[in-house]
């Protein structure tokens, strides 16, 4: 009896009848045994996606939590479950699914161009700057006057685990009161000494920010908001624009430095990002054969 509401449900769904296609998943899931959890879990995911296209996001959230909950592996859930975040504007929380989704399947393109398409509008509406500024002590035996240079650029490099990424600045002899790391939407640097001024390609928890003087070095570490592989530190560079990064699935053995490969072919994400126009297409050939 399930089976057969499952398929009728699926019928429906092909003709747009998203309605009755919801009707009759719910028909199934009442008379489903409930022994086979991936069995369970599919019709809920096929429900959830019933939901989306109704538009009713938090029904589509819940059969998708519910479907996971059945079976961590059911990589359509997880789609559809940051489709649903995405559509009530949570979009940090659904970049977080896709990625989660991608830990049980690397290769899957619909996550892949959901986590680009997520990655992109947070770093156009979630601009982060880092400015990191420092001013030597002056020397009191100097008494011609002096013009103000413009603030020297700072050579730096960073390495980074599943949650930190931590910059390395080598300048020798400082105190800590005489660095300053501000962590705003922009703000200008002038009147220093060094300088260095950053984009983030990734967002961060800045509240969670701080930094330590040796005396060979400035560390700062930075907070991750989702555990992946940073390309780059700056938003503008090559590296962070050509490839997305990659999910990290544990702690890296921490290496001073460790460099982001600039080797990396780049990928045609807005041809990729396209193909999220044809999802209408694509899920009604998926609905088709849910049972495959």
Known sequence: MSKHAFEEANEAFIDEKYEEAYDFYTKALVNDDKIDHRNTSKILASRAQCSLKLKNYADALKDSNDAIKLDETNIKAYVRKGVSLYNQDLKEEALQVFVR????????????????????????????????????????????PVLPLPPAKIKHSFYQTDSVVTIQIPIKGLKKDQVQINIHTKIPSSGQDYSLEVDLAYPIDSSRTNFNVTSSNIEIKLY??????????????TAAKAQPPVPMNRPLVEKVPCYPSSSLHAKNWDKLEAEIKRDEKENKDDMGDANA
């Open 101 to 144: 989704g991608l830990e049980f399947d690397s290769a899957n393109e619909q996550l892949k161009i959901w986590q680009h398409k997520c990655e992109k509008e947070l770093a156009e509406q979630n601009l982060v700057t880092m400015v990191v500024s420092i001013e030597k002590e002056k020397l009191t035996t100097n008494t011609t």
């Open 224 to 237: 991750k908001r989702q555990a992946i592989q940073w390309t780059s530190l700056d938003a503008q560079s």
